[in-house]
């Protein structure tokens, strides 16, 4: 079984196939043609499907070649395979164009309405469960670029199914109307001063102010939260807890000769000192569990807010081009171990291609 990914131009598909494929992909050329497209691999129920990234194409009535090469490639992949249909939510209609001469194919089809973030900032509100009432396919709200909804979507790829909607071609567009008009719901409304921060976020001019000073404040909450815990949590416990225990290992031990200074470090005026006992149950355990553990614990509960706020995606998406410059992906400065698998495509060389897939 394969999987195919299809949308108009420009409404997130790369995204969505990098999110669901993570980054070991193969770039062709359709045969004879100069049109390229992607293929990756994802474990659904324990079986490996493929998952293919078609060009865009707005219309099955190809005007250009690579509109026609979509056609051609949903054409031999009709029979058992399934239609993943990434449809722009911010424009509902131009997309459900598309979505309708892909349900009359009765191809099983799951459509996934990217961009579900920005409906909600620019105060238009779908349906989507009246939606999928209407095509009779499932209709998972997503957003690529953070992954919301994305392990939803793949979930969900098992419920796809041929659609019973029917209408005549004639009538495409005014079918269109009618769906949009029953499912969407356009209001006026006015931002909030937090999406005007963070659309201020993402825009280099007063971006990279603004990353300087949550960078700055960062700091400064790590450093607080690190030295609080130090001061109140784990030198108290060291010295109120751990050192009567050491102290009578010292006694045991003759307090002295090699043994003792290995395991327990030197006496500083006949007592333990954590900072410069130096030995491996004192300032062995004392650094890496007393002195920096607190700081690390620190970094990532500040690092795990500011992603939960949104900063670290509007970070990325700012930094993204200047971090492409020096062979990385914006997700790159989040460190974290999940992002690795957004990096693109063309950081896998082919020659060195490894089939990849996400144990969803």
């Not at 009765?106 to 009432?133: C, S, Y």
């Not at 000769?257 to 000192?273: C, K, N, S, T, Y």
């Amino acid at each position: 079984m394969k999987i195919l990914l299809m949308g108009n131009p420009n409404v997130g598909k790369s995204v969505v196939f990098n999110r669901v494929t993570g980054t070991s992909v193969i770039a062709s050329n359709y045969p004879g043609t100069t049109v390229e497209f992607t293929k990756g691999s994802v474990k659904l129920d324990n079986k490996l499907v493929e998952l293919i990234d078609v060009p865009g194409t707005y219309t099955l009535e190809p005007t250009c070649r690579a509109e026609q090469i979509a056609v051609e490639m949903l054409d031999e992949h009709a029979d058992g395979d399934i239609v993943i249909n990434v449809v722009e939510s911010t424009n509902l209609e131009r997309s459900l164009n598309l979505t309708l001469q892909l349900l009359k194919r009765k191809i099983p089809t799951v459509i996934a309405l990217n961009f579900w973030d920005e409906t909600k900032h620019k105060g238009i509100l779908i349906d989507d469960r009246k939606l999928e009432q209407i095509l009779g396919v499932p209709c998972v709200p997503i957003c690529a670029v953070t992954g919301e909804g994305v392990k939803q979507l793949v979930e969900r790829v098992k419920e796809a199914k041929p659609s019973e909607y029917d209408y005549e071609d004639e009538e495409r567009w005014h079918e269109v109307g009618k769906i949009v008009d029953k499912v969407q719901n356009i209001t006026h409304r006015h931002h909030t001063w937090l999406e005007r921060l963070g659309d201020a976020s993402v825009r280099p001019l007063t971006g990279i102010p603004i990353a300087a000073v949550v960078m700055f404040l960062a700091f400064k909450v790590i450093r607080f939260i690190g030295e609080g815990l130090i001061g109140y949590v784990s030198e108290p416990a060291f010295e109120k807890l751990w050192m009567p225990v050491v102290m009578k290992l010292s006694a045991v031990m003759g307090s002295g000769g090699f043994l003792h200074d290995l395991v327990i470090g030197q006496l500083i005026d006949g007592e333990i000192d954590f900072g410069q006992s130096f030995g491996l149950l004192t300032t062995g355990l004392f650094v890496p569990i007393g002195a920096v553990l607190p700081y690390v614990f620190a970094f990532y509960v500040v690092l795990s807010l500011l992603e939960d706020l949104g900063f670290i995606p509007r970070l990325a998406v700012m930094v993204d081009t200047l971090m492409h410059k020096l062979g990385l992906h914006g997700f790159a400065i989040s460190l974290r171990p999940e992002e690795k698998n957004l990096l693109p495509p063309l950081y896998c060389p082919l020659q060195y291609h490894v089939p990849h897939y996400r144990p969803w």
